[in-house]
């Protein structure tokens, strides 16, 4: 069995320093990606904004050249426009 809990191990996983997902080759988060976590992170928005945050501190680091602003739509501004995302958030 994969994983712990029972829960597998996704294999939409970011490679840096260029953060594109290793299972489908998208920008990380990708799709996929992003509805793994609305699951994962269930009625628990606040937990998932900070670990999106973690990523994106380390994403601006690795991808200085690109724009804040993208990479910050890209790495938490999606969750208040996806679907599970619109429910519950503050
Ligand atoms: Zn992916």
Same mark, same amino acid.
């Given at each position: 069995?994969? +994983?712990?809990?029972?829960?597998?191990?996704?294999?939409?996983?970011?490679?840096?320093?260029?953060?594109?997902?290793? *299972?489908? *080759?998208?920008?990380?988060?990708?799709?996929?990606?992003? +509805?793994?976590?609305?699951? $994962?992170?269930? *009625?628990?928005?606040?937990?998932?904004?900070?670990?999106?945050a973690?990523y994106f501190v380390?994403a601006?680091?690795?991808?200085?050249?690109?724009?804040? +602003? $993208?990479?910050?739509?890209?790495f938490? +501004?999606?969750?208040?426009?996806?679907?599970?995302?619109?429910? *519950?958030?503050?």
């Amino acid at each position: 069995m994969a +994983g712990t809990a029972g829960r597998a191990v996704s294999e939409h996983k970011p490679i840096r320093p260029q953060w594109i997902c290793q *299972g489908c *080759g998208a920008p990380w988060p990708c799709a996929i990606r992003r +509805g793994q976590l609305m699951l $994962d992170y269930a *009625g628990s928005m606040v937990s998932l904004s900070l670990s999106l945050a973690s990523y994106f501190v380390v994403a601006c680091q690795d991808l200085a050249w690109a724009n804040a +602003g $993208d990479l910050h739509h890209r790495f938490l +501004g999606w969750t208040r426009e996806h679907p599970a995302g619109a429910v *519950g958030y503050p």
